[in-house]
């Protein structure tokens, strides 16, 4: 009970109050067992719970405690909870020290209860108990890489996972994540190569429970492995730009480490940009460099040492010193063997200024500069500069002395070189008479005509021999000096051969320069007999230097006649072993015949002698050329023969050459000391050029110019051994040379102001020309110091120079001399003042008094010059101009010029006045000019005055014959008076035999005073043979000589072709008018135009032989009866016609157009006719020749007579004259082959299209002068050709065309019908059509076009046009003008203005526009401008009416290129013009086409440059061009091709124009293993040309060694159909620069199961908007200025661990970089997964069959697109938030299309929500493939396997993510499957038994999208042609628009990509019908085609490697690249990538 109890002041009460007392009892009736999550000792994390109080009434908290006791001793709460809850979350890293309770107490609201509920608490420590020390087998600093394990801890139950760090210290400071493993899983983990230490030199691993991860880790040091070589390399290639050697390394410490050494060239120190060079297993340290590698772009070779794990990044670099070391230059050669094709001389060059490496000099003759045909000379050692070149050394082809430098290790092979000039010198007409009577003996006079030139000859000599061959040749005489051209044979001369039949023999005459007599001489018949020692020997007994002694010996003469005939011997020492130079040793006596010795005494000089001989002497005369020669031995080691040529022309002043001979035995000698000595003997010597020290071998030194002579007298060259220098030098005296000329002296000859002509004299210098080279001429200044070369040097021996007429004498005062020498220009010339001379004329004045029209007389007068000193001679001209070089005309001695000139129209100085008489004046001449002359020349400026042309005459006579006699005229003459008949005295009139008064009678008719203008003609005057009246003028001069006429009317008319009688009464014979009659035959039919004679007979009258005649003979026709006139034409005479020939018929001829080439056949068939078989393009052929005229009865009309031309496309009016013509003529025009008798058709007729053809009337107009008969023309209309229809072979072209005549075309004279063979019977001569052929041409796109064309009578007006084809035809009006595409085409085009008048070219300009588009090209001859009013011309195209080509192709040079390793080299180029000459070069990157600087490719086996394959016609449009059979070692990569049509040798400069093609450049390994499937992503570029791509592809090394597959384990690499492309998912970024190649950063695993079907789409590439952030405002940070910071993007795969499943995955990387943003070491990781709950609950227990894909890793981002088996899977993006994946789904095969939504999460988490599927092919399908059109639409392909259609479907997708699809379109057929089992079936698979066929590569289909309506799909069917296909799309509609084949049958691996805009496409594939290879296929796409909406252009095709590929993939770059990845199967099965460039139609 509890009582209560009061109490009062006093006492407490005794009964209290109370009540019962009842105990609450509430304790936790039990707590469980606390399972700790803290995996670290003294510290725990988990749930505590308990059991609930069992009355919780008065509980208000539950209490938590750790403790030391179950009694809560030193407890530590741990945390309490409200009423009702029965546990507590205790946070990980709880510290409990040592306490090892948990205390539960309650708590009511007045206090916590002291007994709690308890349970022991067991502290969970795990710690990894051992960590293996990593082995860094990442060889770079501060980078590790390896595999780590660890130890196991023996009680794992509550690890979760193992977490391994990096740290900078064990407590984990500053760690980095390397990785992580699944409880259960080998504890070993992999660091990846590259992972970057920086501060972090410990490895940490913890244990993570499903709480927390541990704070204690178990730790090691990281021991950092860092090779750093110190290589270096000594380029012994003494080639620029190439390099050779040995590259070598220092081993390091760690070689143990190290797997292999990779050394490559790069671009910098780093690596960039990196080739290959070689690669050795550790434990080496050499890598030779091949001679000759060329060195390109690269600066470093750097070795990169390589683990069995990784390649290092940073390499050891070594700097490139390229040692180019060739000879500074090549002298010029002078060949001193004088014979044709033989040299012989020294060859000199200078040596380079570093010799260090050079080892020795070789010298060539070649055919070229560049060595090539090269014969070897000899070689020279380091030091030596000459090489003595033998004479009667072959010069075969040889062109030029080339000289290569040669180190330790290879001769350089780019030489320096000299050309080379052949000396051929010989005598001529040699001649020899023998004065000597003796038999067997010769003498007399030997003679010959010298050279041509003799400037190489030092001597003759003459020789007696055999035969002219020269055989046995013996000499006679001495040599003969130049100059002397005999030869004396003294009598007793010994001939050299005796034979049965007498003495025979030839006298031979050689020339012979200072190096040796010429092999072949020129010879005359002589005799011989020869009696010679037959032994001899001479020892030296003489030790002294160039002293001997000794006795000479010899044995007697075989030869027994010989012997008989010699008396005496004589020994004589020579200068060399012809003996041409001898002298007697000793006493010289002769030796009696029968002695045998000769003592030659001690110390004799040795002097220049080199060999001893013994002559035989008869009684008569000594032997000229003995038997034998012994050589003599002179053992001295000083120097010999020093020479010292002073080449310094100025005076006292010395420099030069100085040359010695070494002694033969040059063992002690160190080295030789030049010297300037005062003396012989060396006195004052004092060194005079450097080198100071000249090593044994070099033996000239050179000496500068401007040495001063001082003192010096001698050059002294000593030799030094090892102890001293010799005492005795030998020397050189010095000649100081002066060249300086004398006597300068010029006189001014050019008589015009300013400047100056005449000769330039002087004397040769004092001391002669020897030394002397050239002379030079100047104008110059005094003193001088700025001068102007006159002329071209001057050789010695001439000592003038002529001024040319009008020298610009400008403000120089003087003129000046120098002489040169070999060496250098004298310093000083000889200079002489200089003074103009001017003799021009003045005050020129003339009056005309001759009263002619173009004709002039009178006297001229001037004023003489001030100076007449230089003028010899004055002349008159007329001239065009007042100005110099104005066109003239001499006046020349005559009466029709000056009577009082001398001949050549000359009148003497001083002459001021000349008569003119009768002067033609030429249309344009309108001044008289009077030139002065001096002795040298005319001067150019003359004195002129304007000529007034003065003519007077009558005109519009008029005449009446009054006289009705026929035969007699009479009656009034009258006329008007004209002109300036003021200066005229009378008119005189006459009758003549011509309109130009020639016959006229003897006396005028009449003298008629001027005022006065008829004359009365009295009646009965005989017209005898007078045809015209003529009026003259004259003046008080002359009478004019062209007088004013009136032809005589007394006729009748009669039409050609006719038979005609002019009085029917009696009988009437015609004749020809020039006959008279009785005397001229009958002409019964009218044959020509003019005049004919009616002639009468009378019987009865009188005549010589008798009373009366029968009048049936000629000779009875006697009586003139009248006139009869011949009615017809004059013939159109044939003209002077050039036919210029440009491009052959057979040129340029397309697969469209070979037709129209025969149009242009047939036409110059036509045109040339007999000449057309010998035709040469291009060329200028003189076709036709004028003909003279035929004038008929009037042959002083022939000048109304001409020549009749029409053009093609301009109005062709045909004019003709003759004798009464008729307005009712007409005319047609025939081929010349037909007569004019022919029907009017084709192919007779000349159907031009536009001409009047035949023309049945005329018009007349007046003659060209009064009194001229009357001119008719026939208007034909216009030629024109193809404006109204197609050319064909029938249509006529330029060229000559009969014109006939018919006088009344459709009746005759007698008014019948006539057959139209009779209409135009009349041969009127020729009309001769000008104008262009039709042709056929082709112009390359991106060049510059230029045409010749072919045609007759072309222009300077000429023009081309271009229409489109499809437009319209040539002169058709509104034709549009051509796109603005073809904006840089010159349209129109004017001819180019050539020199030679050729008119025939033309320069189109540079087109860019659609490959194989036509175009009309069209011909105007001379169209206009502007319209009449001077506006622009509104239809410019309608004025060329002239159709030359009506499809006028423009053609893009492309070619095959398949020219890889060990295949042949085949290059097929398409384009135009190639023709048989044509030649392709193939050169290195960067040189350009063109350029001369480029290099050409230069590789074993292969044959560059190259030409066209034969046949080919003259040109066409494809050329082969085999440059090897098989390519034994490939060309460099990225090599350009090279075209040129006729090139004249190997430089680029004659290879212009490139023709671009898929060019490959380096490929790099980016994977070294084998890989497994790949696809590349693009995620940016940069303008710079810098890429970021991504490669996904499988890492075969991390399969595990079997894969589950239904009935079995197998092994997962030898699986084919399941696994041969799978790996584990992997990615590596890389870097494409400016390198050309893309360097990989290491790779990294985000999938680590096997994995294929690869297929990713960049979703962003910069933080954080593109990320699908666009919303976030300002806080998102400036997406376009921030950096690169990673790319976010999704990569679709195929899961194949269990291949029966194979689902398709999505899964988003996120790619940033592991180190600075720079540097490529970038990886693409997993991104972050999304949870709505964070950390998500039942992490631990998330079962794989609900995740979101098939990933391990359950934080991943990722999606299944299909949970079933998937095929051909490909992701696309649509926008940065939305993608779009196609597959083949599941059994039923089924094509499928899904959206995928891409969420963001901040701040870096991510959600992938997959759509509903979207069946696009209920059947089964294979090969699917989709490409983005826009953000919404999209198009898919694919294979349809039951049809065997390729079809496309369009897709668009709605807000709430549906598919709205339009209907598929059909693109074509083939299998693409590689199953040939019926449709449906199945097939078991081999491997592991799955009821399915795996294909494995699904990639035979390829689609891109060019733009929102366009798109390109590419198939390629099994065993046919591959196809390309145009998709245009509209909505959801898609068509089929054009098709393009492939250049395969069995293509695979295709990826077709867009280049750039909407225009270009790349197709990468591989050939299954060329052995695997891969190939890229440019493609154009073309809008607006030929009048076609669309098309596809074929370009280049490029064969890409030797070797299969598999898995080949590409993505584009830009509009110029593309990236591809294959793997290689060529043994290594590696992973490569290839930067393809695609230039083509770049502009």
Not at 595 to 613: G, K, R, Y
Not at 985 to 995: K, N, R, T
Not at 1970 to 1986: I, T
Request: aromatic share 8%; glycine share 8%.
């Amino acid at each position: 009970h509890i009582v209560v109890y009061t109490k009062s002041s006093l006492v407490e009460q005794t009964t209290p109050a109370a009540v019962a007392l009842a105990d609450s009892v509430a304790s936790a009736s039990s707590v469980s067992a606390m399972t700790d999550l803290d995996l670290d000792p003294e510290e725990v994390g988990g749930n505590i719970t308990w059991s609930l109080a069992t009355d919780e009434t008065l509980v208000e908290n539950y209490w938590v405690y750790h403790a030391a006791s179950a009694t809560g001793e030193n407890r530590t709460l741990l945390g309490n909870v409200a009423v009702g809850q029965d546990f507590i979350f205790v946070p990980a890293n709880t510290y409990i020290g040592s306490n090892d309770y948990i205390l539960v107490y309650v708590s009511s609201t007045l206090t916590e209860q002291t007994t709690p509920t308890w349970v022991a608490l067991n502290d969970t420590v795990v710690k990894v108990p051992y960590i293996a020390a990593l082995t860094d087998l990442d060889l770079d600093y501060d980078q590790v890489g390896g595999v780590v394990s660890w130890t196991l801890p023996s009680d794992e139950r509550l690890v979760d996972s193992y977490w391994t760090y990096f740290a900078e210290d064990a407590a984990g400071l500053n760690r980095s994540l390397l990785g992580y493993i699944l409880q259960g899983q080998e504890p070993v983990l992999n660091v990846s190569a590259e992972t970057a230490l920086e501060s972090r030199r410990q490895l940490l691993v913890y244990a993570r429970s499903s709480l927390q991860e541990q704070s204690t880790p178990a730790v090691i040091a990281i021991s950092d492995t860092f090779i750093n070589l110190s290589p270096s390399l000594v380029d012994l290639d003494l080639d620029a730009n190439e390099l050779g050697g040995n590259f070598t390394w220092p081993l390091p410490a760690d070689d143990n480490l190290v797997d292999r050494y990779s050394v490559f060239w790069a671009q910098s120190a780093a690596g960039a940009s990196r080739l290959a060079l070689s690669e050795v297993l550790s434990g080496q340290d050499t890598v030779p460099v091949s001679a000759e590698t060329a060195k390109g772009v690269q600066t470093h070779l750097v070795v990169y040492s390589s683990s069995s794990m990784a390649e290092q990044t940073t390499p050891s670099a070594f700097a490139l010193s390229d040692s180019a070391v060739s000879v500074q230059s090549v002298q010029a050669m002078t060949d001193l063997d004088l014979d044709a094709n033989e040299v012989g001389g020294t060859a000199e060059w200078t040596r380079p200024g570093y010799e260090t490496l050079v080892e020795r000099y070789w010298v060539y003759l070649a055919t070229s500069l560049t060595g090539t045909g090269r014969t070897l000379l000899g070689s020279a050692l380091a030091g030596e500069s000459a090489l003595n070149v033998s004479a009667d050394t072959p010069r075969g082809s040889a062109s030029h002395l080339v000289v290569y430098t040669a180190s330790a290790l290879v001769e350089q092979t780019t030489p320096v070189g000299e050309a080379l000039v052949d000396s051929a010198v010989s005598v001529s007409t040699v001649a020899a008479a023998d004065r000597d009577l003796d038999q067997g003996q010769f003498g007399g006079e030997i003679t010959w005509n010298p050279p041509g030139s003799t400037a190489l000859v030092a001597d003759y000599l003459v020789y007696l021999a055999e035969d002219v061959a020269g055989t046995n040749r013996s000499l006679i005489g001495s040599p003969v000096p130049v100059g002397i051209n005999k030869a004396d044979a003294q009598p007793e001369s010994e001939l050299p051969v005796y034979s049965a039949g007498g003495f025979t023999g030839t006298v031979l005459v050689y020339t012979r320069s200072t190096l040796a007599e010429q092999s072949t001489g020129v010879g005359a018949s002589v005799s011989d007999v020869l009696s010679s020692v037959t032994s001899i020997a001479f020892p030296d007994r003489d030790l002294d230097a160039l002293e001997v002694g000794g006795t000479v010996t010899w044995s007697a003469p075989s030869n027994p006649s010989g012997l008989f005939h010699t008396t005496h011997y004589l020994v004589y020492f020579g200068e060399s072993s012809s003996m041409s130079t001898r002298s007697r040793p000793g006493s010289g006596l002769a030796v009696p015949a029968g002695t045998f010795s000769f003592q030659v005494p001690a110390e004799t000089a040795l002097a220049n002698w080199t060999h001893v001989a013994v002559y035989t002497r008869s009684s008569l005369v000594e032997q000229s050329t003995p038997g034998l020669r012994f050589p003599i031995s002179d053992t001295s080691s000083e120097p010999l023969d020093v020479t010292f040529l002073d080449d310094d022309l100025d005076a006292a002043e010395l420099g030069g050459t100085v040359l010695w001979t070494p002694a033969s035995d040059v063992a002690k000698v160190s080295y030789y000391r030049a010297y300037f000595a005062q003396g012989a003997a060396g006195q004052a010597k004092s060194i005079c050029c450097t080198p100071t020290e000249i090593i044994v071998g070099t033996n000239h030194l050179t000496m500068l110019t401007d040495n001063p002579l001082a003192s010096w007298t001698h050059v002294a060259v000593y030799a030094r051994s090892s102890l001293a220098e010799m005492t005795t030098p030998v020397v050189a005296e010095i000649n100081d040379t002066d060249g300086l000329v004398q006597d300068v002296a010029f006189v001014d000859e050019d008589l015009d102001d300013v400047d100056i002509m005449g000769r330039i004299t002087w004397s040769p210098p004092a001391d002669g020309e020897a030394r002397i080279v050239s002379y030079q001429t100047d104008l110059s200044d005094f003193p001088v110091t700025q001068r102007s070369q006159i002329g071209s040097l001057v050789s010695p021996g001439s000592y003038y120079q002529d001024v040319p007429e009008n020298s610009r004498k400008g403000s120089y005062t003087h003129i000046s001399v120098y002489s040169r020498s070999a060496a250098a220009e004298q310093t000083t010339p000889a200079v002489m003042s200089c003074s103009d001379v001017r003799g021009t004329v003045s005050n020129l004045a003339w009056q005309d008094e001759d009263l002619d029209p173009q004709q002039i007389g009178g006297t001229a007068s001037w004023q003489l010059p001030a100076d007449e000193s230089q003028t010899s001679h004055y002349r008159v001209y007329l001239a065009t101009g007042a100005a110099a070089g104005s066109s003239r005309v001499l006046v020349g001695q005559g009466s029709g010029g000056m009577p009082g000139a001398q001949a050549g129209g000359l009148l003497p100085a001083g002459t001021n006045t000349t008569l003119l008489m009768e002067v033609g004046v030429p249309s344009g001449y309108a001044y008289l000019s009077v030139f002065a002359g001096s002795s040298l020349a005319e001067q150019t400026t003359p004195a002129s005055t304007t000529i007034n042309d003065i003519h007077a005459h009558g005109e519009n006579i008029a005449f009446q014959d009054k006289d009705l006699d026929a035969g007699d005229v009479g009656g009034r003459i009258s006329w008007t008076p004209h002109g300036s008949t003021g200066q005229g005295v009378h008119y005189a009139v006459y009758l003549a035999q011509s309109s130009a008064g020639a016959g006229r009678t003897q006396t005028p008719l009449g003298t008629i005073p001027i005022g006065t203008n008829f004359l009365d003609l009295p009646v009965d005057t005989a017209a005898e043979s007078y045809t015209h009246i003529v009026v003259y003028v004259a003046s008080t001069l002359i009478e004019q000589t062209t007088p004013e006429f009136l032809a005589l009317q007394d006729y009748s008319v009669c039409p050609m072709g006719t038979n005609c009688t002019t009085i029917p009464s009696l009988e009437v014979r015609i004749i020809h008018g020039s006959s008279n009659c009785g005397c001229g035959p009958e002409v019964t039919t009218i044959q020509t135009h003019g005049f004919y004679k009616a002639c009468y007979c009378l019987p009865d009258a009188p005549r010589a032989y008798g009373t009366s005649s029968a009048c049936d003979m000629d000779g009875d026709f006697t009586f003139l009866a009248g006139t009869v006139l011949g009615m017809g034409p004059e013939p159109a005479r044939l003209a002077a016609l050039t036919l210029v020939l440009g491009q052959s018929w057979e040129f340029g001829i397309s697969d469209l157009t070979t037709h129209y080439s025969g149009v242009y056949k047939a036409m110059l068939e036509y045109a040339a006719g007999s000449l057309f078989s010998s035709l040469q393009f291009p060329s200028v052929v003189q076709l036709t020749n004028a003909s003279d005229p035929v004038c008929g009865y009037n042959p002083s009309a022939c000048d109304l007579v001409g020549e009749v031309f029409c053009t093609l496309g301009e109005l062709c009016v045909v004019r003709l004259n003759g004798t009464s013509m008729k307005s009712e003529n007409g005319i047609k025009v025939l081929r010349t082959s037909y007569g004019c008798e022919t029907a009017l058709a084709a192919p007779m007729l000349a159907l031009f299209e536009g001409l009047t053809n035949p023309q049945s009337s005329c018009t007349r107009s007046p003659g060209h002068k009064a009194g001229y008969r009357a001119v008719h023309d026939w208007d034909l209309a216009r030629p024109t050709r193809g404006s109204t229809a197609a050319v064909t072979t029938d249509e006529p072209g330029p060229g000559v065309y009969r014109l006939c005549w018919g006088y009344y075309p459709t009746l005759n004279e007698s008014g019948v019908l006539l057959h139209q063979y009779q209409q135009y019977p009349i041969d009127a001569g020729v009309m001769m059509m000008l104008g262009p052929f039709a042709m056929d041409f082709e112009c390359s796109l991106h060049f510059q076009c230029e045409i010749k064309i072919s045609g007759i009578g072309l222009a300077s007006t000429n023009k081309v046009y271009l229409i489109e084809s499809a437009l319209g035809r040539c002169g058709m009006a509104g034709i549009p003008r051509l796109d603005a595409e073809w904006s840089a085409v010159s349209n129109p085009a004017t001819v180019v203005q050539d020199s030679e008048g050729l008119y025939n070219t033309y320069y189109l300009g540079i087109a860019t526009g659609k490959s194989g588009a036509s175009h009309r090209l069209c011909w105007a001859h001379d169209p206009p401008e502007t319209e009449d009013d001077g506006s622009p011309l509104s239809d410019p195209p309608s004025h060329f009416r002239v159709e030359i080509d009506p499809d006028f192709l423009w053609i893009r040079f492309t070619a095959v290129v398949d020219c890889v390793l060990g295949r042949k080299c085949n290059i097929t180029i398409y384009g135009s013009g190639i023709g048989p000459t044509s030649e392709i070069l193939l050169i290195t990157n960067p040189g350009q086409c063109g350029d001369a600087s480029a290099e050409a490719v230069e590789v074993v086996g292969l044959s560059n440059p190259t030409g066209v394959e034969l046949p080919v016609v003259a040109s066409s449009t494809a050329g082969v061009y085999i440059l090897a059979q098989e390519t034994i070692e490939a060309p460099p990569y990225g090599f350009r091709i090279c075209w040129g049509p006729n090139p004249s040798n190997s430089s680029a400069v004659n290879y212009p124009l490139e023709v671009y093609y898929p060019m490959q450049h380096q490929p790099v390994i980016f994977f070294q293993n084998r890989v497994g499937a790949m696809t590349l992503v693009r995620l940016d570029g940069e303008r710079g040309g810098r890429h970021r791509v991504l490669a996904l592809y499988g890492d075969t090394t991390k399969l595990p060694a079997t894969t589950k597959a239904l009935g079995g384990f197998y092994d997962a690499r030898m699986d084919y159909d399941c696994c041969n492309m799978t790996g584990f998912a992997s990615g590596a970024m890389l870097q494409v620069d400016g390198s050309n190649r893309a360097l990989p950063s290491g790779g990294y695993i985000f999938h680590d199961r096997p994995s294929d079907t690869f297929s990713a789409a960049a979703l962003s590439v910069r933080e954080p908007r593109a990320q699908g952030l666009e919303g976030c405002g300002s806080s998102c940070g400036d997406d376009y200025t921030s950096k690169h910071t990673d790319y976010v993007l999704a990569a679709g795969f195929r899961d194949m661990s269990s291949p029966e499943k194979s689902p398709g995955n999505i899964m988003m990387l996120k790619a940033r970089p592991t180190g600075p943003q720079w540097a490529p070491t970038w990886q693409a990781r997993r991104a972050a997964q999304y949870f709505g709950r964070t950390p998500p609950r039942g992490i631990v227990d998330y079962e794989v069959e609900f995740r979101r894909c098939t990933t391990p890793d359950p934080l991943a981002a990722c999606a299944y697109t299909s949970r079933a088996r998937s095929k051909s899977l490909k992701v696309v993006r649509l926008s940065s938030t939305r993608l779009a994946a196609a597959f083949v789904d599941g059994s039923s095969d089924h094509g499928t299309v899904v959206i995928i939504d891409v969420i963001h999460h901040l701040p870096d988490e991510w959600e992938l929500n997959v759509g509903l599927k979207k069946v696009v092919n209920a059947r089964p399908t294979s090969n699917i493939d989709l490409a983005a059109l826009s953000a919404t639409s999209l198009i898919v392909a694919f294979a349809d396997e039951t049809s065997r259609n390729i079809q496309a479907i369009v897709l668009q997708v709605t807000d709430a993510d549906n598919l709205v699809a339009g209907a598929s379109v059909e693109l074509g057929t083939g299998n693409l499957t590689q199953d040939s089992t019926d449709t449906g079936s199945e097939e078991v698979n081999i491997t592991n038994s799955t009821p399915w066929k795996y294909t494995e590569t699904h990639r035979r289909l390829s689609v891109c999208a060019l733009s929102s309506t366009k798109a390109l799909v590419a198939f390629g069917p099994i065993g046919f042609t591959a196809e390309m296909i145009l998709v245009v799309v509209s909505g959801v509609s898609a068509s089929r628009a054009v098709v393009m084949s492939l250049r395969s049958n069995n293509i695979d691996d295709i990826s077709v990509v867009p280049l750039g805009a909407t225009k270009k496409a790349m197709c990468i594939y591989r050939d299954e019908a060329d052995d695997g290879v891969a190939k890229a296929q440019e493609v154009d796409v073309y809008d607006d085609f030929n009048g076609a909406s669309y098309a596809l252009g074929p370009g280049s095709l490029s064969t890409l490697t030797h070797f299969r590929t598999e898995g080949l993939v590409a993505v584009s770059l830009n509009a110029t690249g593309v990236l591809m990845a294959y793997r290689a199967m060529d043994g290594t099965e590696k992973g490569v990538v290839s930067l393809i460039a695609a230039t083509f139609n770049a502009n």
